[in-house]
């Protein structure tokens, strides 16, 4: 397995982070039931095959599944304190709506369903932020500060956010020092965090202020897949293995999270860790002339 030190953290991590949001989510991309008994056992040994294999870096969240996403978690990783020879690095969210005095008691339930006593990093769970719920969020009494004194206390790690844009929102969290790490969107569809020709993008501005980078929606959800089906039926290749390495290739990122449902993907993942030859530059990528 591949380890890097995440950020400013000084957590060391595994560079493929299991992405909590397949194991929780009904018929998320696919068809899919997490109550099913049997599907939550494969679920639980896909998890102790990456403790096996030294995957230590796991992501998952109160809203995949109303909590069954967290339970799984809980279920395999009771007792568990390591993998590959590096503590375990277990995160998960918050709803970004949640009042700031009612943070604590959220934090309280996620960690009954964890197992755990303290979770390593929580995060804002956002998809989009507008100027308006950074100013809410920020303020004085508001969720961030809640979560700071939940760090302090030494409920929760770090903290961090997640957000699909690039926004003014985003640039906002970032620079305003409240955070140790953010997760962003990207992928070789969606490549508005990273643009290396320039350079500019919310990753290269997060790189700079010492966050810890995750990136999610590492294989696009699918898009590519379906986009490049429904331009050449004809195709059987696999794209999945190359859009891990792409976002791999990126040298801001510390974390590429990939939802693994059954032992055989976790196994899968891990090889394509530790096939570096796979990696590509990113800067020649983008030149224009030869």
Known sequence: MEYTTMGGTGAVVSRLGFGGA???????VQEFDPADPVVHARSVAAIETALDSGVNYFDTAPGYGAGLGERVFGEALQGVDSAGGHPIFLATKIDPGTPGDQAE????ESLQRLRRERVDLLQLHGSSYSPDDAERLLAR???VEALTRLRDEGLVG???FSSEDSNEAVYRFIRSGAFDTVQ???NLIYQHPYEPSRPFGSMITADDH??????MRGTTSGILQRWIQSVNPANTFDYTPALIQFVLSNP???VVLVGMRTPQEVLANVALVADTAGRIDLDALHERYV
Do not use: E, M, Q, S
């Not at 397949?22 to 998320?28: C, F, K, V």
């Not at 008691?105 to 309280?108: G, W």
């Not at 010492?210 to 990136?215: F, H, K, S």
């Open 22 to 28: 397949a194991l929780g989510l009904a018929d998320y």
């Open 105 to 108: 008691a959220r934090v309280t």
């Open 184 to 186: 962003l969107c990207y």
């Open 252 to 254: 801001l990122v510390d």
């Open 210 to 215: 010492g966050l810890g980078i995750i990136t």
């Open 141 to 143: 009494g508001g969720l």
């Open 158 to 160: 770090r903290i961090g």
